[in-house]
């Protein structure tokens, strides 16, 4: 993790530094983030000062496991976001929530680019993926896979909570 960690003393003296990294799937950083990681995750970033503040622009790439959320089949998805972000000194946990900023300790003599990249990977991810548009999901009685044809329930024996809305459309 130490290679997402950006020294700012050194930062100082070279002006910008860049950072090109593959982070393994099993890198602490990366841990409890509710996503499983189907490879390493590339990482382009160009970090900077610009005045007071640390500008951090750049991209990652990576691949993420799930589910169809209709059908269960698992599936294997692009999971990438370009990024800009600003890190400031000063500020408090709501200004910088206001002004889409990340906050930098007074006293701090590194950046650790952990923490922000964790959170655009979780919003990268597929929140909802489906394995196909056409996907026909599983039968909500019998469970079969609609994608691999028709059931034999035809639908009897529905959820008996349904029936005063079954009553409306008749």
């Known amino acids: 993790m130490t290679m997402l960690k950006v020294d700012l003393g050194q930062l100082d003296r070279k002006g910008r530094i860049r950072i090109d990294a593959d982070v393994p799937p099993d890198d602490p950083v990366w841990d409890d983030i509710g996503v499983r990681l189907a490879g390493p995750v590339t ?17 990652f790439r990576t691949a993420v496991y799930g589910q169809c959320r209709r059908c269960l089949k698992p599936l294997e998805r692009p ?6 972000l600003v890190y400031r000194r000063g500020l408090s946990e709501i200004e910088a ?3 889409e900023l990340y906050t930098l300790a007074p006293a701090a003599h590194e950046v650790d680019l952990g ?4 959170e655009h990977l979780i919003l990268a ?6 394995c196909d548009e056409s996907c026909r999901g599983l039968c909500a009685v019998c469970g079969a896979n609609l994608n691999e044809g ?5 639908g009897q024996g529905s959820d008996p909570r349904w029936n005063a ?4 459309t008749k």
């Open 43 to 59: 990482i382009r970033l160009v970090v900077q000062r610009t005045g007071p503040d640390v500008l951090v622009r750049g991209e």
């Open 97 to 99: 929530q206001a002004q």
């Open 79 to 84: 999971a990438a976001d370009e990024l800009t």
């Open 125 to 130: 991810a597929p929140e909802y993926p489906v």
């Open 115 to 118: 923490p922000a990249l964790r």
């Open 150 to 154: 028709s059931c034999n329930c035809g």
């Open 165 to 168: 809305l079954r009553e409306l």
